[in-house]
């Protein structure tokens, strides 16, 4: 008798990436607030890269044993941007989401953007708060007036992008700050990106 595999694959609809960098203390609660959150209808994977982490990072991310996750370990140090690099060459979500291991979403990010989400939009951002050890800092997004603004407005972590609009992270060198995330580069200019 054979038998027929009847698993139905459902494509991604977001990929969230984590670089992730001596992270242990952190990690797990970058990645459950992914998995935690309030009902939605998207299909996601979260791929973590390891930048050749120290410490126990990548033994908390094994034990989450998680099927959305995947950890890709890499073997040689190459910085923030090339980590995402890396997730971007292997994410196959229709929107990109990235997450800094030490990071965390609030937990009805996805029901909101599920909400909003509409035809002809490459980009939603969404609000952020910094929290430092004496303060907090609230990035609130009420409206964009200048499509050109588009960068002015927090990190790469505060945006859902769609996947083929974004190009590899642009990493730049200096005599001072080596192997450094400076920003990402976008596949057309900021106004037509925004269209």
């Known amino acids: 008798m054979v038998q027929q595999d009847h698993t139905i694959t459902k ?3 977001i990929s969230i990436i984590i670089p992730m960098y001596n992270a242990e203390q952190y990690i797990s609660r970058a ?8 009902a939605h209808n998207f ?33 040689h140090n190459g910085g923030t ?4 690099n890396q997730g971007l060459k292997i994410a196959t979500g229709r929107w990109l989401q990235f997450l800094d291991s030490d990071d965390f979403i609030c937990n009805d990010l996805y029901a909101k953007f599920e909400k909003k989400i509409s035809l ?17 800092l609230k990035q609130t997004i009420t ?6 603004a588009f960068g002015h407005y927090g990190s790469v972590c505060n945006k859902f992008i769609k996947r ?10 200096s005599s001072v700050i080596r192997n ?13 990106f925004l269209q």
């Open 11 to 13: 494509s991604i609809d």
């Open 31 to 38: 990645i459950a607030s992914v998995i935690n959150q309030q």
């Open 43 to 75: 299909n996601y994977e979260i791929i973590v890269i390891d930048d050749v982490s120290t410490d126990g990072s990548c033994k908390v991310v094994k034990a989450l044993n998680n099927p959305h996750i995947k950890l890709i370990e890499l073997t």
């Open 81 to 84: 941007a090339n980590a995402r």
């Open 120 to 136: 002809g939009f490459n980009c939603y951002l969404f609000s952020v708060i910094y929290e430092f050890s004496n303060y907090n």
């Open 143 to 148: 409206h964009i007036a200048d499509k050109r």
């Open 164 to 173: 083929e609009k974004c190009l590899l992270f642009k990493q730049e060198f």
């Open 180 to 192: 450094q995330n400076r920003g990402y580069i976008l596949s057309e200019s900021i106004a037509e």
